[in-house]
Structures are given as structure tokens and as C-alpha cells.
């Protein structure tokens, strides 16, 4: 959602804020602003859209100070305006928040019983005015910022800076990350490691309800009780929190070419010695006592639990119910013993997942996360935690992080298939020997990017497209669609194969393109079947499938891509790789704004 970054630093700060806020920009980008303090005197600048229109902006009217604090906006209260644009200001106060105040309502009637007036249609206000409020009161600027942070439900990461204060920043956490960062004389707050990386590779993240008081050379957090904490200080790796393109056009584009790679590196963290059993971080798990897997995730993340739906079912014999997390959470459902909730997501910060996962607290036997970020608040408030390896993601579609948790939810199935003796060793050691060739076939089938280039152009002259999978292949056709529409905003629909002639086959004309992903597998001829009956209504039929594929059922269709053959089990993650090119060079091909695509933000950490 919003970023938000703060520095009390050594030199002009304004630069330094506008760079960091780059790094955060995939976090939101409706509007961007910072505020300084200069000779005591506590200004700011803001300006709608991208955050090179602030950049544009600084150049005309600059602002002083060596202190300051930034955001990127992720517009949920207010449309983007200049007026609702942060930093918000009340009279000596300033402040960037990321998150929702959910009782800002009932906050805004107290304010404005007491004669104060809002500028703004946001949450945040509230807490600005507040402050305010309590200063002219007589509060000290620590303590009213405190007594505000006492007022306020929800989730927010929020950083106060005070006009006639140049070495003071109050920071605070509750369900939304933040980062202090150390500097030499220097302290920072960001809403990731990455933001401060050209910074610091310094790190203290604050923990639930903390909040911090920071100056150039201190740094005092205390925790939700108001007691002092001592929270760790973590030194990060560099390579970490690097953000360039690599000589791509686009971070997705590098995203995908990053594939083979980085799953290689996942494949080799969870292989034993051998290379013929996979190994589980401590504590493990005891498959063998599991009667039940709950799974649960967002958007793509989802997709890949749906994906593992169909492993741990089929090859290791556990039932498995999926859900997104936003409508598991309020659906109270029961967890019964011997039952293990497994969260999956990128990020590791989304809210609807964390709630789920905090809902599972105490329920199921065991609470497991896969995620990107290992210190994110999920991986933190997991009995195990999975890493994917996947590195920085930075494009909004999401699309390495999802095949490297494809990759790790394959291998934690064939452990439990083989724990459970639903595959014997050889079975498994069989699976895993194909698994590490992934890496190669993967490379394989990027080089087929210039025919899905060409078939994206006759692609996104289509207003709506149907994807079509059976099986395994029906969750990608779904990510396929998602993939499609989040960057090319071309409508797209998936369907089970088989589910098409019970009510969307309506929606099959001459001008409707359909995404056939097939691989010549044992549903393959049924598959061919739905086919078939797409393009009797003059359907057109995108056929992804193997050579053998394209032999027995090529004939009539608009198109054909032929993918190397791989182990059945593996076609999910391999034909990733055409339904994330199509989509990436349908969106080239429509011009629009692939990796800050309008309306959408990386890190979804509000409800
Ligand atoms: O960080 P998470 O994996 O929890 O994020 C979940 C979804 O918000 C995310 O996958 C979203 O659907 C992507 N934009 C898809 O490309």
C-alpha cells in the first residue's frame, strides 16, 4: 500500500527522501510528498501522480531542511488530490501513515465538536489534528503524539515530524512494517529494508503496537504496554535490498527472465545431500500426524495454494481446502485437530492473510508461512516459515515469487508424499531429479518469447479473453487471467475446461481469444474435447501445449506455442512462463503501465 520513509540526516534531506520513496514506489503511487524541518520552520511539498511529478516539483520549489519525512500514496480514504496527498499537516505537526485509522469516523466527530475544521477526505488528518490538539494542550511533542497513538484502532505504520524539532522523528507500528534504520549520526524509518538500503544495512524492525522515538544518535522504542523494548538490531544483506532493472525494459520483465535462477536456488536450499529427499527448516513437520491442510493467500499467492491443492492431494493423499483470505477470515471456519494452516505470500505483510493466520492462532496444530520476506510479519508470527528465494520482487504482477512458490509448496508435497508412503523413495527421488532439470526446460521456454510477443499483439486487440486449463493447469489458467488484466486491463475470465459448456461458452464468438493451456497430459484429450467445442462457435483458440500436443490437437486452431516437454507434475510452473509473457507483451503492446499498473499497489497491507 503507501510507503512512507523519514530521515534525520547530515546533509539536505530532500533528495535523499524523493530516492528512497522511488524505492518504495511500488508500494502506491497516487500522489507523493515530504516534509522538512528548516531552521525550526516545518515545511512541506506534494503533487498528484507519480512520484516524478514531486521530483518535477522540488526542482521549481525546493525545500530545505536535513530532517524530513516522505510517502507514496495508495489512495483508500479520498481520492488522489493534492489536498488528501501526505504528508498531512496541523499546525506544528506533520505526518505520513500507511494503513487505515478505522475509527477515524468516530475521531472526526470528536475534532469537529471541538470546532476544528478538516482540509481533507482521509483517515490520516485525524491524526495530525489530534497531535495538534494535544500539543496546544500542553503535551510535549513526544508525549502527543503517544496520547494520539493510544486513540487509534486499525492498522497503520505512521511518522510524526514537529515544526521547531530538527532532531526528533516518532515513529510507530501496528500491522503495518516498519524499519529503523542506524545510520553514523544518522537515523532513519522506512517502510522496508529496501528503502533505507543506499542508506544503512542497519536494521531494527519494530514489532507489533512499538513505537520509537528517534535522534540522530538515539533511539528509544517501547512496546504496545508503553514499557522499553530492546529489539534486535539486524545487519541486512546489501544484494538484498538492490532495485534495478538489469537492463530490462521492465522489473516484470527481468522478473521472468530471473526464473530459471532463482528457483534453481530454491530447488537446491530444500534438497538434501543426495539430491533425493527434501529437508524442511526447523522445527519440520510431521506428516504423518497431519489429517487435514488449510491453505489460504491473495491474488496470485492464492493460485499457488489452488496449484498445491492438486500435489498434496493427489501425491500425498491430504485433504486440502483453499481460500482467499479475505473471505476465510469472516467465515469463522472450524479447525479441527490434527488440521496445519498454511499461509502463502509474497510479501509476507498482506493484511487479509495476516488476519487469517491470526484467526488459525491457537486452532490449528500448526501455523506454516511461505513467504518472501523472512522478517515480515507473517513469517514472524509462524511456528515455521518457508522461505521461496525468490529475491526482491518489485513489479506489481507478480510473477518469479509465484513459480518459486510453486517450486517450494512441489517439494514440501513430495516430503509429505514421501513421509506418508504415497510415493515410494524412488517415486520421490524420480520427481526431484526432474525438478532440478526445471531450471534448464525454463530457460527452454523463454527462448520462445518472441512468438508470444507476436501473438500478444494480435491479443491485445481483444476486449475480453477466456483462459481454459483441466487439473493442475486449471489454477494457472486463473493466474493466467489475473496476470493478464492486472497490466493490460483487458477483461479475462479461466474456466476449468469442462466447466465452460455449463453457462460461458455463451460468451465464445469470432472475436473472443481463447488461451487453451494444454500439455499432452492424461486430461489432455479431454481438454481437446472443450476445445473443440470453443471453436465449433467460431472460438479462437490460442493452443499452449508440448510438440505432441500441437501434433494430435493443432489442427484448426488460430494459433499454437509449442513448450518443451517436462514431468507432468511440473507444467504448472513451466507454463507460467508463456501466461506471464502474454500478458507481460500484450501490456507492451497496449502501452499501458506494466509495472505501476493503475490502481494497484505491490503490498495490499490494508483490508
Ligand atoms: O504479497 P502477497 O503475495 O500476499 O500478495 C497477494 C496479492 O496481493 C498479489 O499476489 C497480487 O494478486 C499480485 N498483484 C498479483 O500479480
Not at 524530513?68 to 493534492?82: E, F, L, Y
Not at 499457488?304 to 491430504?318: N, R, V
Request: hydrophobic residues 45%; negative net charge; aromatic residues 6%.
Amino acid at each position: 500500500m503507501c510507503g512512507i520513509v523519514g530521515i534525520l540526516g547530515g546533509h539536505e534531506v530532500a533528495p535523499i527522501l524523493v530516492e528512497a520513496l522511488k524505492r518504495l514506489e511500488y508500494r502506491g503511487y497516487d500522489s507523493a510528498g515530504i516534509a522538512t524541518v528548516h531552521d525550526g520552520v516545518l515545511e512541506r511539498r506534494r503533487a498528484v501522480g507519480k512520484l516524478v511529478n514531486l521530483s518535477d516539483l522540488l526542482v521549481h520549489d525546493p525545500l530545505q531542511g536535513k530532517s524530513g519525512i516522505g510517502h507514496t500514496r495508495w489512495a483508500t480514504h479520498g481520492a488522489p488530490s493534492i489536498d488528501n496527498a501526505h504528508p498531512h499537516r496541523a499546525g506544528p505537526v506533520s505526518v505520513v501513515h500507511n494503513g487505515i485509522i478505522e475509527n477515524f469516523r468516530e475521531l472526526r466527530e470528536e475534532l469537529a465538536a471541538a470546532g476544528i475544521q478538516f482540509v481533507t477526505e482521509t483517515d490520516t488528518e485525524t491524526v495530525a489534528l489530534l497531535t495538534q490538539l494535544y500539543i496546544e494542550k500542553g503535551a510535549q511533542p513526544v508525549e502527543a503524539a503517544r496520547k494520539t497513538l493510544s486513540r487509534l484502532d486499525g492498522a497503520f505504520a505512521l511518522a510524526f515530524l514537529f515544526e521547531g524539532e530538527e532532531d526528533l522523528i516518532v515513529a510507530a507500528r501496528k500491522g503495518s512494517p516498519l524499519a529503523i534504520g542506524h545510520g553514523d549520526g544518522e537515523m532513519f524509518v522506512g517502510s522496508d529494508a529496501i528503502a533505507l538500503g543506499p542508506l544503512t544495512d542497519r536494521i531494527t524492525y519494530l514489532e507489533e503496537g512499538d513505537s520509537a522515538v528517534l535522534t540522530r544518535t538515539s533511539l528509544e522504542i517501547r512496546n504496545e504496554a508503553g514499557e522499553i523494548a530492546n529489539r534486535e538490531m539486524q545487519t541486512i544483506r546489501l544484494d538484498q535490498t538492490r532495485v534495478d532493472k538489469g537492463g530490462h525494459k521492465h522489473f516484470m520483465a527481468k522478473e521472468i527472465a530471473e526464473q530459471p535462477t532463482v528457483i534453481g536456488e530454491a530447488i537446491r536450499h530444500y534438497l538434501d545431500n543426495t539430491g533425493a529427499s527434501v529437508v524442511l527448516p526447523d522445527p519440520g513437520l510431521d506428516f504423518t500426524q497431519i489429517d487435514r491442510l488449510t491453505m489460504v493467500a491473495c491474488g496470485t499467492a492464492y493460485y499457488a495454494c489452488f496449484t498445491a491443492k492438486y500435489w498434496f492431494e493427489q501425491l500425498a493423499g491430504i485433504p486440502v481446502e483453499v481460500d482467499v483470505a479475505s473471505e476465510f477470515r469472516y467465515r469463522e471456519p472450524p479447525i479441527s485437530k490434527g488440521t496445519v494452516a498454511l499461509f502463502v505470500s509474497q510479501s509476507g505483510e498482506t493484511a487479509d492473510t495476516l488476519a487469517a493466520l491470526r484467526y488459525c492462532e491457537g486452532k490449528a496444530d500448526k501455523i506454516v508461512s511461505v513467504v518472501n520476506v523472512p522478517e515480515s510479519s507473517i513469517a514472524r508470527e509462524s511456528d515455521l516459515v518457508l522461505p521461496i528465494l525468490a529475491g526482491t520482487e518489485i513489479g506489481v504482477a507478480s510473477t518469479k515469487a509465484f513459480t518459486c512458490q510453486l517450486t517450494v509448496l512441489l517439494m514440501i508435497a513430495l516430503k509429505a508424499a514421501a513421509e506418508r508412503g504415497t510415493m515410494t523413495a524412488q517415486e520421490v527421488a524420480d520427481k526431484l531429479s526432474a525438478l532440478r532439470m526445471l531450471p534448464g526446460v525454463m530457460n527452454a521456454a523463454l527462448e520462445r518469447e518472441s512468438t508470444l510477443q507476436a501473438v500478444s499483439h494480435n491479443l491485445s486487440e481483444a476486449r475480453d479473453i477466456l483462459f481454459l486449463g483441466r487439473g493442475v493447469m486449471y489454477p494457472l489458467a486463473l493466474e493466467g487471467a489475473l496476470k493478464l488484466k492486472e497490466i493490460s486491463y483487458i477483461h479475462a475470465e479461466a474456466y476449468a475446461s469442462g466447466e465452460l459448456k455449463h453457462g460461458p461458452i455463451a460468451l465464445v464468438d469470432e472475436h473472443v481469444p481463447v488461451v487453451v493451456l494444454a500439455p499432452r497430459d492424461s486430461l489432455f484429450d479431454k481438454t481437446i474435447s472443450n476445445m473443440q467445442e470453443v471453436m465449433a462457435r467460431n472460438g479462437k483458440v490460442l493452443l499452449i501445449t508440448d510438440a505432441e500436443g500441437a501434433s494430435q490437437g493443432g489442427d484448426g486452431v488460430w494459433d499454437t506455442v509449442v513448450m518443451p516437454v517436462v514431468d507432468p507434475v511440473l507444467s504448472p510452473i513451466l507454463y507460467s512462463i508463456p501466461a506471464q509473457l502474454l500478458a507481460y507483451h500484450t501490456a507492451v503492446a497496449k502501452g499501458t503501465d506494466v509495472d505501476q499498473p493503475r490502481n494497484l499497489a505491490k503490498s495490499v497491507t490494508v483490508e
